[in-house]
């Protein structure tokens, strides 16, 4: 990844987040690129620091690699699990 200084860190979330907060770096791309919402909406909405919302934009495209893996990852957990409901279900178990 980059050597810019970003407000990212990996600490007790398993993906980047903004320092301090829980809300991740692929949160906030899919809130302002994805959902199209205004850097300044999202920031206001979550308590943030603009600055660090656009920060968050910045490390996810300057990271664009690392961070489709981690998507892609994040995607198959979620597939995977999907599929386990969907067996205990028709197994009748909870």
């Known amino acids: ?43 206001e909405e979550h308590d943030l620091d603009v600055g660090d919302v656009y920060l968050s934009m910045a490390f996810y495209h300057d990271n664009d690699d690392a961070m489709r893996e981690l998507e892609e990852r994040k995607g198959g957990r979620i597939e995977q699990n999907a599929r386990r409901a969907v067996n205990a279900s028709s197994r009748g178990t909870p």
């Open 1 to 43: 990844m980059g050597d810019e200084e970003y407000p990212i860190v990996f600490e007790s979330v398993e993906e980047p987040h903004i320092e301090g907060r829980s809300i991740t770096v692929r949160f906030i791309k899919e809130r302002v690129e994805d959902c199209r919402i205004d850097p300044h909406e999202v920031a």
